[in-house]
């Protein structure tokens, strides 16, 4: 594969270059002409049974660069995972080995379908528990510790932000797993590139800078920004926990509802960093937006490209087609049972028992206050079962109006919805 040379021109394009090592250095590495281009690593530490948000901007930046001719690397932190960075919020708990170890399964498979394995530039998958494990605490403090000053350790952000609270010696010594990281990739596989998010910018350098002092080599470091709503905050939360690219842990259908809710003002960054999209696209796509926000238009495709991208083009489908019933626009019997199952309990879902009238069913899933209400609601025509108008009061549903192996679909008005379990 022939190595693109405007891949860089690209990453600043999308935003996705935060800080970085000497700019020129870099886009002279980036644009070598050898086989296999530059080889380059980030990485990923099982510290929860899923990657999430954030890791994503990873995976698919370690996408671009293999698309365009260079080799990628991708660590899965068997060793820093038994750790975990230092966070501003307090001292992380540390998960068993076993624990650890079965996260590291659960991490490749989710990395391993974004990235080519075949070819001239393979990614190669590493673990940093093969290097690590079996490396004495002499070793480590005379061979890694003797090249990082004290005085820079204690000057990083997080462990400055930590001194009153307290830091362990555990957390406090992360950087040095991680930069012996790329100085074994670097030793042994000829890695001399690495990338992170910017909060890792301090463990991205200390690697270049190790490299430097350990071997006289010369290595390079970029960092992708951190993405945040408008108002500064952190994307990586959702009301119901984190944003998990494991299905089981979020489905389908919430991933596909959380980027269609994504604010008018940011999606176009959202799409220059989490599709790819062309840049004439992007653009009128952001135009389109600006022009006719009430359409949606940016979102919808946003929505379709990162959930295909991540959960395939079937759970795309059927998140789409579950979105239309639920509101009216298709038919609920069609869809995929455990696609309407995940909806339903991402719209807010109770349980009750076949036989449970109909104006008590709309007050314990939470879409009127009373029985009075209820009834009124449907005397105004604005209540519905599964998306058909319910017009008698004394109404008790039945076995056939149960959809899905076990829903009933209430509506008040066109978008107040919620779904009864039966059972």
């Given at each position: 594969?022939?190595?693109?040379?405007?891949?860089?021109?690209?990453?600043?394009?999308?935003?996705?270059?935060?800080?970085?090592?000497?700019?020129?250095?870099?886009?002279?590495?980036?644009?070598?002409?050898?086989?296999?281009?530059?080889?380059?690593?980030?990485?990923?530490?099982?510290?929860?049974?899923?990657?999430?948000?954030?890791?994503?901007?990873?995976?698919?930046?370690?996408?671009?660069?293999?698309?365009?001719?260079?080799?990628?690397?991708?660590?899965?932190?068997?060793?820093?995972?038994?750790?975990?960075?230092?966070?501003?919020?307090?001292?992380?708990?540390?998960?068993?080995?076993?624990?650890?170890?079965?996260?590291?399964?659960?991490?490749?498979?989710?990395?391993?379908?974004?990235?080519?394995?075949?070819?001239?530039?393979?990614?190669?998958?590493?673990?940093?528990?093969?290097?690590?494990?079996?490396?004495?605490?002499?070793?480590?403090?005379?061979?890694?510790?003797?090249?990082?000053?004290?005085?820079?350790?204690?000057?990083?952000?997080?462990?400055?932000?930590?001194?009153?609270?307290?830091?362990?010696?555990?957390?406090?010594?992360?950087?040095?797993?991680?930069?012996?990281?790329?100085?074994?990739?670097?030793?042994?596989?000829?890695?001399?590139?690495?990338?992170?998010?910017?909060?890792?910018?301090?463990?991205?350098?200390?690697?270049?800078?190790?490299?430097?002092?350990?071997?006289?080599?010369?290595?390079?470091?970029?960092?992708?920004p951190l993405i945040t709503k408008s108002d500064g905050t952190k994307y990586g939360k959702t009301e119901g926990g984190a944003l998990w690219l494991d299905p089981?842990?979020?489905?389908?259908?919430?991933?596909?509802?959380?980027?269609?809710?994504?604010?008018?003002?940011?999606?176009?960054?959202?799409?220059?960093?989490?599709?790819?999209?062309?840049?004439?696209?992007?653009?009128?796509?952001?135009?389109?937006?600006?022009?006719?926000?009430?359409?949606?238009?940016?979102?919808?495709?946003?929505a379709d490209e990162v959930t295909t991208l991540v959960h395939g083009a079937t759970e795309t489908a059927n998140a789409k087609a579950a979105a239309a019933a639920?509101?009216?626009?298709?038919?609920?019997?069609?869809?995929?049972?455990?696609?309407?199952?995940?909806?339903?309990?991402?719209?807010?879902?109770?349980?009750?028992?076949?036989?449970?009238?109909?104006?008590?069913?709309?007050?314990?899933?939470?879409?009127?206050?009373?029985?009075?209400?209820?009834?009124?609601?449907?005397?105004?025509?604005?209540?519905?079962?599964?998306?058909?108008?319910?017009?008698?009061?004394?109404?008790?549903?039945?076995?056939?109006?149960?959809?899905?192996?076990?829903?009933?679909?209430?509506?008040?008005?066109?978008?107040?919805?919620?779904?009864?379990?039966?059972?």
């Amino acid at each position: 594969m022939t190595v693109d040379p405007h891949l860089l021109d690209d990453l600043e394009w999308r935003g996705l270059l935060a800080h970085s090592t000497d700019l020129d250095a870099l886009r002279a590495a980036l644009s070598t002409t050898e086989p296999g281009g530059v080889r380059f690593y980030v990485g990923f530490d099982p510290t929860a049974p899923s990657l999430h948000l954030g890791n994503l901007v990873q995976i698919l930046t370690a996408r671009r660069l293999q698309q365009a001719g260079h080799t990628p690397y991708p660590l899965v932190g068997g060793a820093t995972g038994m750790i975990g960075d230092p966070r501003d919020s307090g001292e992380r708990t540390l998960n068993s080995l076993d624990t650890v170890q079965d996260w590291v399964g659960r991490v490749r498979r989710q990395i391993e379908p974004f990235l080519s394995f075949e070819g001239g530039n393979a990614a190669v998958m590493v673990n940093n528990y093969d290097w690590t494990a079996s490396l004495s605490t002499i070793d480590f403090l005379r061979d890694i510790g003797k090249h990082f000053p004290v005085n820079r350790m204690l000057a990083r952000d997080v462990v400055k932000s930590r001194l009153e609270a307290g830091i362990s010696y555990t957390e406090f010594s992360y950087i040095l797993l991680q930069s012996m990281d790329f100085l074994e990739l670097y030793r042994q596989h000829g890695v001399t590139v690495q990338f992170g998010g910017s909060d890792q910018w301090g463990n991205l350098t200390g690697g270049v800078e190790l490299i430097r002092r350990a071997e006289g080599g010369k290595a390079h470091a970029f960092a992708t920004p951190l993405i945040t709503k408008s108002d500064g905050t952190k994307y990586g939360k959702t009301e119901g926990g984190a944003l998990w690219l494991d299905p089981a842990m979020m489905s389908p259908y919430a991933f596909h509802q959380f980027w269609l809710n994504a604010e008018d003002a940011k999606v176009g960054e959202l799409l220059r960093v989490f599709t790819f999209l062309s840049r004439p696209e992007i653009d009128s796509l952001e135009a389109e937006t600006a022009e006719k926000p009430f359409l949606r238009a940016g979102q919808k495709a946003l929505a379709d490209e990162v959930t295909t991208l991540v959960h395939g083009a079937t759970e795309t489908a059927n998140a789409k087609a579950a979105a239309a019933a639920l509101f009216g626009s298709g038919d609920l019997g069609d869809l995929n049972p455990a696609t309407l199952s995940a909806a339903l309990r991402e719209a807010g879902a109770t349980r009750a028992e076949l036989g449970t009238p109909y104006v008590d069913l709309l007050v314990a899933a939470g879409l009127v206050r009373s029985k009075g209400e209820a009834r009124r609601t449907i005397t105004e025509g604005g209540a519905y079962l599964n998306n058909e108008r319910v017009t008698d009061p004394e109404l008790v549903p039945d076995g056939s109006h149960v959809v899905a192996g076990g829903w009933l679909v209430l509506r008040r008005g066109k978008r107040n919805l919620a779904g009864v379990e039966i059972g």
